[in-house]
């Protein structure tokens, strides 16, 4: 079937320090990717998307890099601060299926001071 | 806006009792969605609503009921309660045309 896969369960970097946090996809179908950030206790939040016609795109200390021909994602967040701290997760979405998700596991980022 | 809200926050249950989750948006949204999350795992779709008076299975929709009866409220119901419906449920709302999902705050279920 098809999956949305993170490739570390958790991540510890150093306050400062640029983060890196990687997804696998199965779905060649997905229209666009969806990185959330979830803190404890909380909902998911939107972070940033990128469209399956893009390879990168850019936010505020946030970029994500989309490379279809391995179908892999990830997010990359620039001076890591310990607000940043919280439980990372990429989506897949097909536009075709009334905006249905498939959420990977997620990667709980910890940011050391 | 208050964005989606869900109530109640907390709920502990017996085996075999029912009740219903309220989600509610004030963004004027489409769609409606419920999903469950479990302990380091991801978000699965139990039931979603593509307008008012639609819903229709998601991923994980045995053991629940849903109704759109207003567009801004989506309820989930659990008839019977079990012990595998303990989860973290989270309701979320999205435009038409978006792309990105508005979640709630989240509803700690835990069933005895």
């Known amino acids: 079937g098809e999956s949305v896969g993170l490739h570390l369960p958790t991540l510890s970097v150093q306050e400062g320090d640029n983060s890196i946090i990687n997804c696998a996809y199965s779905n060649s179908a997905s229209d666009y990717f969806i990185w959330y950030k979830q803190e404890s206790g909380k909902g998911p939040q939107f972070i940033i998307d990128?469209?399956?016609?893009?390879d990168k795109r850019q936010g505020q200390r946030v970029t994500v890099l989309l490379n279809k021909t391995v179908k892999h994602l990830s997010l990359q967040i620039a001076a890591t601060q310990p607000g940043d701290s919280a439980v990372y997760f990429c989506a897949e979405n097909d536009n075709t299926n009334a905006g249905k998700s498939t959420f990977g596991d997620g990667t709980t980022l910890t940011v050391k001071p | 806006n208050a964005g989606v809200t869900q109530t109640p926050k907390f709920r502990v249950l017996k085996t075999g009792q029912s009740m219903t989750l309220l989600c509610a948006q004030d963004?004027?949204?489409?769609?409606m969605y419920w999903y469950r999350q479990d302990p380091g795992m991801g978000l699965r779709l139990i039931h979603y609503s593509v307008g008012e008076g639609t819903t229709a299975k998601g991923e994980v929709p045995d053991g629940y009921n849903v109704s759109r009866l207003k567009k801004q409220n989506f309820l989930l119901g659990l008839e019977s309660a079990a012990p595998s419906q303990t989860s973290v449920y989270f309701c979320?709302?999205?435009?038409?045309?978006?792309?990105?999902?508005?979640f709630g705050p989240g509803t700690r279920l835990t069933v005895l």
């Open positions: 990128i469209r399956s016609n893009m």
């Open positions: 979320a709302s999205r435009r038409t045309s978006g792309r990105s999902k508005f």
């Open positions: 963004m004027n949204h489409e769609y």
